[in-house]
C-alpha cells in the first residue's frame, strides 16, 4: 500500500514568538526574520515532488506559505482545522503574565490536563487533538500517495507529533518545534510514521522554540 508523505513546517518567527507572548488565533504576521526564515524553508523544499500545498489562514502562516508557494508553484490552499489552539484568556500575555494572573488556570495549562477548556473561548488539548487529526487524515485520503506540504502552528505540531509516536497528549514534550522547522511524517493506511522532525538546516539562525 503507497504512503501519503506530509511535510508540516512551522511558520516564520513573529514579534510575539520573540517576546515568548501567546497569540493563538490572534492574527499576527511575521517579523522580518521570519520572512527571511520562511524563504529559507521555501528555498529548502524548491524541487520536492509536492502535488499540494495547504496553510492555516492565520496571517504568519499565510505570509510562510506564499513564500512556499512560489518555489513548489503551486496555489496554496487554506484550512481552518491547521490554525493555532485557542488560548483564551491567555492570548496577548507573556507565559510568565499568565502565570502570574491566572495560576489556577496556568497550573491545569502547564501540566497537559488533556481536558482543561482554557476559558473565555480557548480549546483543550483533545479538542485541538480531534481538530487536526481529523484535518490531516482528511488530507491523507484526498492525497493519497501523494506529498504534500502543510504549514501551520505550534500547538498544532505538538499535537501531529503525539499523534504520529502514540504518546499522551498530557506527557511532558520531548521535541523541538522552532520556527520555520521542517518535519517529515507519512501514512500508510492507518499507521502513521515520523521520518524526520525539527529540520533547520536550512537557516542561518536556529528558529525560536519559545513554547511551554
Known sequence: MEATRICLVRHGE????????????????????????????ADWLAGQPVTALYSSDL??????AERLA??????????????????????????????????????????RDPEFVIPFGGESLQQLYERVSAGLSQLAIEHFGQVIVVVTH??????????????????PRDFLIPNAGINWVSVCGDSW?????????????FGLDELP
Open 70 to 111: 512560489v518555489s513548489l508553484n503551486l496555489l496554496p490552499r487554506f484550512r481552518p482545522a491547521f490554525r493555532e489552539r485557542r488560548y483564551g484568556l491567555f492570548e496577548g500575555l507573556t507565559y510568565d503574565e499568565s502565570r502570574a494572573r491566572y495560576p489556577a488556570d496556568y497550573h491545569s495549562f502547564e501540566t
Open 154 to 171: 505550534g500547538g498544532v505540531l505538538d499535537i501531529v507529533n503525539r499523534l504520529v509516536r502514540g504518546n499522551p497528549l498530557s506527557s
Open 14 to 41: 513573529t514579534t510575539w514568538n520573540a517576546e515568548k507572548r501567546i497569540q493563538g488565533q490572534i492574527d499576527i504576521g511575521l517579523n522580518a526574520a521570519g520572512l527571511v526564515q520562511a524563504q529559507a524553508a
Open 59 to 64: 496571517l504568519r502562516a499565510r505570509q510562510t
Open 193 to 205: 510514521r515520523l521520518e524526520t522532525w525539527g529540520g533547520t538546516e536550512h537557516l542561518s539562525m
